[in-house]
């Protein structure tokens, strides 16, 4: 990437393009205590010294494990640091996602995520919609989800609003409603359904932060492992001398200049990997190979 386009608009403010995704600091699952917490804290540090200055995080991540390494790493935070957080599901006592997005509920998990980052106002916090996972179950209104979080900006205790895991016309409602500034979304070069989305961000100036950046391990064949045997990418990889999953990430940049990411990762080296991402430059010919990928 040129220099110019190494930072992208997130709100009002302005994030390196490559952030950092602390999901996989949780245990197996994103359940209990990393085997390593020590090594967990290290990542975070690393990650920080090396310029990364937007951290997606979430109280259910453990739950009550992932926010507490981060402050325990991070806290104070350096100045310009983005702690971005979503609200809206919680766990059940086997690990498992469930909805939880009445707007009272909302509200008490902002608390628990300010107190357990140890912060007065959150940057960023995501609405996290179960309109996917469970179309034919009942969802809140998305005007009461919203109000609540609004509610919650006015007091000064959020900063900026985002949506996650929703479809376009939630999107297009939640613009209106709440000017939410991002849209969190699974995206990849193997799942591009959301392309429609993705065109009004671009309209709308909204910042893109897809998750399953390199797809869900849960496709047929397991994404990460289709990426790599792909012959289009790895013709692309060869061409670089990079990775295959880092062709896939650079692919994701060049699709918007506001697409933000947030790999995940428990390893520095791998950490180090996801960052170099940012000086792979994609030209035509390549960005025409990948375009013959097979979602």
């Not at 809206?88 to 008490?108: N, V």
């Not at 940057?123 to 979080?149: C, I, M, S, T, Y």
């Not at 950490?271 to 940012?278: I, P, Q, S």
């Amino acid at each position: 990437m040129t220099s110019d386009n190494t930072t992208a608009a997130l709100g009002r403010t302005t994030v390196n393009r490559i952030g950092y995704g602390a999901m996989q600091l949780a245990g197996p699952g994103v359940f209990g205590p990393p085997a390593d917490p020590e090594n967990a804290k290290a990542v975070l540090r690393h990650a920080v010294a090396s310029g990364v200055n937007h951290i997606d995080t979430a109280q259910i991540y453990g739950p009550d494990v992932v926010n507490d390494l981060i402050r325990e790493a991070l806290h104070p935070y350096p100045e310009g640091l983005v702690l971005a957080t979503k609200v809206g599901g919680a766990r059940d006592a086997q690990g498992g996602w469930l909805p939880d997005g009445e707007p009272d509920s909302l509200k008490a998990q902002v608390e628990e995520n300010l107190r357990s980052l140890g912060v007065e106002r959150l940057d960023l916090v995501n609405l996290r919609r179960f309109e996917r996972d469970f179309p034919d179950a009942h969802q809140p209104e998305l005007a009461d989800q919203l109000g609540a979080l609004t509610e919650l900006r006015d007091e000064g205790k959020i900063d900026m609003i985002g949506i996650s895991n929703a479809h376009l016309a939630t999107v297009r409602e939640a613009i209106d409603l709440a000017g939410v500034v991002c849209v969190q979304n699974a995206y990849s070069i193997l799942d591009r359904t959301d392309d429609d989305i993705l065109d009004l961000c671009r309209e709308r100036g909204l910042a893109f932060v897809p998750f399953f950046p390199l797809g869900s391990a849960f496709l047929a064949g397991g994404g990460p492992a289709r990426i790599a045997a792909d012959e289009h990418v790895g013709a692309v990889a060869r061409k670089h001398g990079v990775a295959p999953s880092q062709v896939a990430l650079a692919w994701l940049l060049a699709r918007y200049e506001r697409m933000l990411l947030i790999p995940g990762t428990g390893s520095v080296a791998h950490l180090d990997e996801n960052l170099a991402v940012g000086a792979i430059a994609l030209d035509a010919e390549d960005l025409a190979r990948l375009d013959k990928v097979q979602p």
